[in-house]
């Protein structure tokens, strides 16, 4: 449309959504754009807290809870924040479950539980990572 004088009009930016958006990006360290978070996707660390608990990172329930930041957390703004809260406390949860038996015994009877809401709401099954392992 106003490619006649060569530049572009855009609503967004008029209003200033554009910038709003990338204002919020930047704060929240997650891209808001799709191919945004598929390029920062690949660059994600693993899940600290599911690691220290299950002992690796190609345990199946890493991997699973991998899959759900990445296929479903990441698709919703409540999702992103999410996953920009988990990576400031992780870190140190992990630590403190890495050091105290019980908290790694209670932690792993929270993560079970957790897995089986996420089978229950969402199309991801433990089951398809077991042969992904190793």
């Known amino acids: 449309m106003g490619r006649k004088f060569g530049f572009s009009f855009s609503w967004k930016r008029a209003l200033g959504v554009s910038s709003a958006k990338r ?3 930047r704060k ?3 891209p808001l754009t799709k191919s945004g978070r598929r390029k920062k996707v690949g660059r994600m660390a693993g899940c600290f807290v599911a ?3 299950y002992g690796g990172e190609n345990s199946i329930e890493v991997l699973f809870f991998r ?3 990445d296929e479903v957390l990441v ?3 409540l999702g992103r924040f999410l996953i920009m809260l988990y ?3 992780g870190p140190f949860a992990a630590w ?4 105290m038996p019980v908290a790694k015994c209670l932690a792993r009877g929270l993560l079970n539980r957790v897995a089986g809401l996420i089978e229950q709401h969402t199309y991801l ?3 398809a990572f077991q042969y992904r392992e190793h």
């Open 87 to 89: 990576y400031k406390v």
């Open 28 to 30: 929240i360290g997650i």
């Open 96 to 99: 403190f479950i890495g050091r």
């Open 125 to 127: 099954r433990r089951e």
């Open 51 to 53: 690691t220290a608990v």
């Open 67 to 69: 899959a759900f930041r």
């Open 75 to 77: 698709k919703s703004y």
């Open 23 to 25: 204002r919020i990006s």
